[in-house]
T-cell receptor, first 114, second 115 residues
Framework: AQKITQTQPGMFVQEKEAVTLDCTYDTSDPSYGLFWYKQPSSGEMIFLIYQGSYDQQNATEGRYSLNFQKARKSANLVISASQLGDSAMYFCAMSRSNDYKLSFGAGTTVTVRA | SQTIHQWPATLVQPVGSPLSLECTVEGTSNPNLYWYRQAAGRGLQLLFYSVGIGQISSEVPQNLSASRPQDRQFILSSKKLLLSDSGFYLC??????????????FGSGTRLTVV
């Protein structure tokens, strides 16, 4: 079974600073995908970034980057230049390449302070 | 472009009443469809998924059931709601297996409160 662990239940960050959200995963499959989603208070799930297990480079999408350390089974999300609109819950998720299911971590609540 | 519709947005139901939540996808064919539930302040738990019409896989034994009567329609049901069924229900779709960028798209969710 695959397991995703997010150890930070909540974080505060100052506006314009960077923040790193931790995510570790456990799988024996060699091929898998890692996702980060943002969930604001409205409840919608917003896709942020994706990393494939065979991707050679760390994924980046605007202010979001994924620090992928495959040997450590770690996929931390870095948000640069935090904005007040970044305040939300963030979820790490994983799927296997031969599977249809997306499994989620418990999430990390980020609060950006002005 | 592909869109996913989920309704209603909020629902308050008495214990013991039936439930029907509907999700439809537009702009794609043969999507994989999913129902997730999220308790307050918690992560998402996969309840059901479907890879085709009439094909339903259940992840968690519970008071709920799912059906897929049409290719792009996914329904979550209960004959008698329990208090523990309260939560935020999200429908999602994907195409193919999980190793795809932008692979999963979520609906806007239904907040269900059982009273």
């Amino acid at each position: 079974a695959q397991k995703i662990t997010q150890t930070q239940p909540g974080m505060f960050v100052q506006e314009k600073e960077a923040v790193t959200l931790d995510c570790t995963y456990d799988t024996s499959d060699p091929s898998y995908g890692l996702f980060w989603y943002k969930q604001p208070s409205s409840g919608e799930m917003i896709f942020l970034i994706y990393q494939g297990s065979y991707d050679q480079q760390n994924a980046t999408e605007g202010r979001y980057s994924l620090n992928f350390q495959k040997a450590r089974k770690s996929a931390n999300l870095v948000i640069s230049a935090s904005q007040l609109g970044d305040s939300a819950m963030y979820f790490c998720a994983m799927s296997r390449s031969n599977d249809y299911k997306l499994s989620f971590g418990a999430g990390t609540t980020v609060t950006v302070r002005a | 472009s592909q869109t996913i519709h989920q309704w209603p947005a909020t629902l308050v139901q008495p214990v013991g009443s039936p439930l029907s939540l509907e999700c439809t996808v537009e702009g794609t064919s043969n999507p994989n469809l999913y129902w997730y539930r999220q308790a307050a302040g918690r992560g998402l738990q996969l309840l059901f998924y479907s890879v085709g019409i009439g094909q339903i896989s259940s992840e968690v034994p519970q008071n709920l059931s799912a059906s897929r009567p049409q290719d792009r329609q996914f329904i979550l049901s209960s004959k008698k709601l329990l208090l523990s069924d309260s939560g935020f229900y999200l429908c999602a779709w994907s195409v193919g297996t999980g190793k795809r960028r932008y692979g999963y798209t979520f609906g806007s969710g239904t907040r269900l409160t059982v009273v």
